[in-house]
C-alpha cells in the first residue's frame, strides 16, 4: 500500500464512576491538502452506546463494530496538523490493546473513501506492560518429542536416528500409499525438514513392517521399535497416526539432539482419549483462502485432531457458494463504505469479500478426509443472520420495526425469522446443497446468541406464537429448531449446534450433539438432557482470548484470560458424574477470528495453545506433563 495519507491514534483511559472508560482519537493529517467537510469511520470490538458523549466531535452512527463520527462544522484539518475528540459511554472497558480501532477510513467533501492508518490502542493513566514469557522453558524425562503424547509407551532412546524409514520387503501396495501420505504431509508443513520416509530401501535407514490387526479399536496403533520397526494399526487412521508418530519422534531427534532422541527399542501403544478431537476455525470475520485452510487441516492431522469444524456463516459474511442463492456469496460477502454491508473488524476503504467456491469445498473436504479429518460445515441460524439477510431480504418480516432487537455484537434484528415459510424453503435448498458437499453425518446449525427479545416486534411471529401456543423467542427458537431437525433427518443428518440449541424446549436429545461454549457447567446440565456433549468452553479453549492479563497482549477478553497452561491442564471431563461421562464426546479448539488481522495474530494466538487442546484430546489425565509439552510445543508448525 502507498503511504498513507492520515493516520489515527487511539488511546483509552480509565473514567472514575464510568466503568466503559473513554477513548481519545486523534487524526493527524500527513497529505499535503487541508480537508474539510470529511467523516471518520472506525471499526472497534469496544462499541459505544447509542448516545456517547462526545468532546469536539459529532457522532453519527454505530453499526455493530462501525462506528462513525463528524468534526464540529467548519473544522479544517490542515497538513501536519491534528483533530482530536474524546468519546464516553462505553459499552466496556478496553483491556489490551487490540481493543480499540482496527481500521478506520475518511469519507471526504466529494464522497470520496480514503483508507486511514491505524495501529495498536494506547493505555492513558494506568500501566502500560508487555506479557510475561507465556512458555516456559520446557523439560523432558522421556527425550521424545510426540505431540500428543501416546497413552502408553516404553522406550529407550538411541544414540543415533534413522535417515529415513523404508518399507520392509512385501510391504503391501496399501501401506506403501499411507507411507507416502505421511511423508507428503511432513513436506507440506516442514519445506526444509529431511524426508521421513523413502520408498525404497535407505542406507543407515530402518525397514518398517506393516501389520493390520482388525481387533484393535479405531485409531489405534502400535510401534516396537528394535533393528527394523514393526506398526501394528486397527483401521488406516491408526496407521496414519503410527507413521506420524514416527515422523515427529524422527523430525525432534534431528532438530533438536540435545533434548531429543530416537528410540532404540521399546514400544507404544496408542489409543485417544476422546473420540471427538476438533479444531473450528470462523471464516467468516476474517476470511481464509483455501490454502489457508488446507494447512490448518494438515496441521490439525499432525497434531491427531480430527474434525474441522468449519464455522462458514455469520453476521460478517456467508461464505459458502449455493447455486440457488448467488446473492448469499455476492450481497452477502461484500464489507465496504458503499456496500450493503458496512466495514467491520478491520476493513477500510476498500471492499472486501471471499467465499469458498462448491469446488473448493469438495477439494477441501477430499484432503481433510484424506488425513481422517473430518469436515463438520456449520451455517448459524437463526441467529448470526445479517450477511444472509442483506442477501435475501425477502426473508424479513416487512412489519417488524427495524432496529427492535440487537444480537450480544450489537447487530439489529439479525435472525432469521420462524413464522415465515420462506425461510424454511431456503434453508432446505441450502442443505440441499450441503449435503452433496458434505459427507459428514453432523451439520452444524449454530443456535448460539439469539437475544433474549427477537421477533418479539414480528406481527407474523407474534401470529404464530398465538397459533401454536408457543411462548417467547426461546420458544420461537425450539419451534425451528426442531423443524430444522426434521428437515435434516429427512436428508439422512443429525443436528450438531452449540449449547442454546437446547433453550425453550431444544430439540430432540436423540443423536444430537451440542457444544458447551459458555461455561463448563453447561455442559454437564445439556448431557443431563440427554444430548452429546463437546466441551468447548471459552475460558479454557476459545484461542481468541489473550493469554496473560498484560494491557500489551493482544486477545479477546470476554471470557477470560487464558494462559497457555491453563489450556493444557484444563480437564473438561471434571466435574462430570460417572453416569453421564461417556455422553461427553470429546474436546474442540474454537479459532474466533475478530482479531486475527494478519497471520502473525493467528499464529501468536493459536499456537501454542491448540497443541494444548490436541493433547487434552488424546492424551489420559496422567501421562499429561506441561513442561513436557512446553519442550515440544515449539516444534508445532504454524499456519
Ligand atoms: C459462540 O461463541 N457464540 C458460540
Not at 448460539?448 to 427458537?477: C, H, Y
Request: charged share 20%.
Amino acid at each position: 500500500m502507498a503511504d498513507a495519507h492520515f493516520r489515527l491514534e487511539n488511546s483509552w483511559a480509565p473514567i472514575e464512576g464510568d466503568d466503559g472508560g473513554g477513548f481519545v482519537f486523534t487524526l493527524v493529517n500527513l497529505s499535503d491538502a487541508p480537508i474539510s467537510g470529511f467523516t471518520l469511520a472506525y471499526t472497534s470490538l469496544t462499541r459505544v452506546k447509542d448516545q456517547p458523549a462526545c468532546g469536539n466531535a459529532r457522532f453519527l452512527r454505530r453499526n455493530a463494530n462501525f462506528h462513525q463520527f463528524a468534526p464540529l462544522d467548519g473544522f479544517v484539518l490542515e497538513p501536519g496538523a491534528a483533530w482530536q475528540f474524546s468519546v464516553k459511554g462505553l459499552w466496556r472497558p478496553a483491556r489490551h490493546r487490540t481493543d480499540g480501532a482496527k481500521s478506520a477510513y475518511l469519507t471526504l467533501a466529494d464522497g470520496t473513501h480514503v483508507d486511514v492508518a491505524v495501529d495498536d490502542l494506547m493505555l492513558a493513566g494506568r500501566h502500560s506492560e508487555p506479557a510475561p514469557r507465556l512458555l516456559p522453558e520446557g523439560k523432558v524425562t522421556e527425550p521424545f518429542a510426540l505431540l500428543p503424547y501416546p497413552a502408553e509407551a516404553q522406550l529407550q532412546a538411541g544414540e543415533t536416528f534413522p535417515v529415513a524409514f523404508y518399507p520392509a520387503d512385501g510391504t503391501s501396495l496399501d501401506d506403501q500409499k499411507a507411507m507416502q501420505a505421511v511423508g507428503a504431509l511432513y513436506r507440506r508443513l516442514f519445506s526444509v525438514g529431511h524426508a521421513p520416509f523413502a520408498l525404497g530401501s535407505v542406507h543407515e535407514g530402518r525397514a518398517l513392517k506393516f501389520v493390520a490387526d482388525t481387533t484393535l479399536p479405531k485409531e489405534t496403533y502400535r510401534l516396537d521399535f528394535g533393528s527394523d520397526i514393526t506398526l501394528t494399526y486397527g483401521d488406516a487412521a491408526g496407521r496414519a497416526y503410527g507413521l506420524t508418530a514416527l515422523a515427529q519422534l524422527l523430525h525432534g531427534a534431528r532438530l533438536e539432539p540435545q533434548t531429543f532422541a530416537f528410540p532404540a527399542s521399546g514400544f507404544i501403544n496408542d489409543t485417544p482419549r476422546y473420540g471427538w478431537r476438533g479444531c473450528h476455525l470462523d471464516v467468516s470475520r476474517q476470511f481464509y483462502p483455501v490454502a489457508d485452510i488446507t494447512r490448518l487441516i494438515d496441521i490439525l492431522a499432525w497434531l491427531r485432531l480430527n474434525v474441522f469444524h468449519w464455522h462458514l456463516t455469520d453476521d460478517e459474511a456467508w461464505r459458502l457458494e449455493i447455486k440457488a442463492y448467488p446473492t448469499l456469496t455476492t450481497l452477502g460477502v461484500l464489507r465496504g463504505p458503499d456496500e450493503p454491508m458496512l466495514p467491520q473488524l478491520g476493513n477500510g476503504a476498500q471492499p472486501v469479500g471471499g467465499f469458498y467456491t462448491q469446488e473448493d469445498v469438495k477439494a477441501i473436504v477430499a484432503h481433510a478426509a484424506s488425513l481422517h479429518v473430518e469436515v463438520v460445515p456449520e451455517i448459524d441460524i437463526p441467529g448470526h443472520s445479517t450477511a444472509t439477510l442483506t442477501a435475501l431480504p425477502d426473508l424479513v418480516d416487512g412489519q417488524e420495526a427495524p432496529d427492535s432487537y440487537r444480537s450480544v455484537q450489537g447487530y439489529p434484528n439479525n435472525a432469521l425469522n420462524p413464522a415465515i415459510e420462506e425461510t424454511y424453503v431456503f434453508l432446505g435448498k441450502v442443505l440441499d446443497e450441503m449435503v452433496e458437499l458434505f459427507p459428514s453425518k453432523l451439520i452444524h446449525i449454530g443456535g448460539d446468541e439469539v437475544a433474549a427479545n427477537t421477533w418479539m416486534a414480528s406481527p407474523l411471529a407474534r401470529k404464530l406464537m398465538e397459533k401454536e401456543g408457543i411462548e417467547g423467542t426461546f420458544g420461537l427458537q425450539s419451534h425451528f429448531m426442531k423443524r430444522i431437525q426434521g428437515m435434516l433427518a429427512e436428508r439422512g443428518r443429525k443436528l450438531a449446534g452449540w449449547d442454546e440449541v437446547s433453550h425453550g424446549g431444544g430439540v430432540d436429545p436423540a443423536g444430537t450433539l451440542l457444544m458447551a461454549w459458555q461455561k463448563p457447567e453447561v455442559g454437564i446440565e445439556l448431557a443431563r438432557e440427554g444430548y452429546d456433549v463437546v466441551m468447548t468452553p471459552g475460558q479454557a479453549y476459545y484461542l481468541d482470548m489473550v493469554q496473560a492479563t498484560e494491557w500489551q497482549e493482544p486477545g479477546a477478553s470476554w471470557a477470560g484470560t487464558v494462559p497457555p497452561q491453563h489450556t493444557y491442564t484444563y480437564e473438561a471431563v471434571g466435574e462430570f458424574p460417572e453416569e453421564l461421562k461417556p455422553r461427553m464426546r470429546g474436546v474442540q479448539a474454537c479459532i474466533w477470528s475478530e482479531h486475527f488481522l494478519n497471520r502473525d495474530y493467528f499464529n501468536h494466538l493459536v499456537f501454542p495453545r491448540l497443541g494444548a487442546i490436541a493433547e487434552a484430546a488424546w492424551t489420559p489425565k496422567d501421562r499429561k506433563d506441561w513442561l513436557r509439552f512446553a519442550a515440544i510445543a515449539p516444534l508445532v508448525p504454524k499456519l
